[in-house]
């Protein structure tokens, strides 16, 4: 099992600087890779909902792009992550209809 960092070495070239944290990237990148699949949403999620279909979702998150774009949000970080939390919230719980608009 090859981990994320063996395939791709982000700390390449700064084993000297002491400010990039060499001794400990691999191990924080193990770290990160094993949280992100812990908490990865399943494919099939919406699948499990009673009234919430894709294209709901799809409006959804499109009106959240445009709030994004209007406020002139910078962090595009911030957009994803909103998304994520939507998504992993709606994949363990089955939200009505009148509660996710």
């Given at each position: 099992?090859?981990?994320?960092?063996?395939?791709?070495?982000?700390?390449r070239?700064?084993?000297?600087n002491p400010?990039?944290?060499?001794?400990?990237?691999?191990?924080?990148?193990k770290?990160?890779?094993?949280?992100?699949?812990?908490?990865?949403?399943?494919?099939?999620?919406?699948?499990?909902?009673?009234?919430?279909?894709?294209?709901?979702?799809?409006?959804?998150?499109?009106?959240?792009?445009?709030?994004?774009?209007?406020?002139?949000?910078?962090?595009?970080?911030?957009?994803?992550?909103c998304?994520?939390?939507?998504?992993?919230y709606?994949?363990?719980?089955?939200?009505?209809?009148?509660?996710?608009?």
């Amino acid at each position: 099992d090859q981990s994320i960092y063996q395939i791709f070495p982000i700390d390449r070239g700064e084993e000297e600087n002491p400010l990039s944290c060499h001794s400990i990237v691999e191990d924080v990148m193990k770290q990160w890779r094993r949280e992100e699949m812990e908490y990865m949403v399943p494919v099939d999620f919406l699948s499990k909902q009673n009234e919430i279909t894709p294209d709901m979702r799809a409006m959804l998150f499109d009106w959240l792009i445009l709030i994004h774009i209007r406020f002139r949000m910078a962090m595009h970080e911030s957009l994803f992550l909103c998304f994520n939390i939507i998504d992993r919230y709606v994949s363990k719980t089955n939200v009505p209809r009148r509660k996710y608009q």
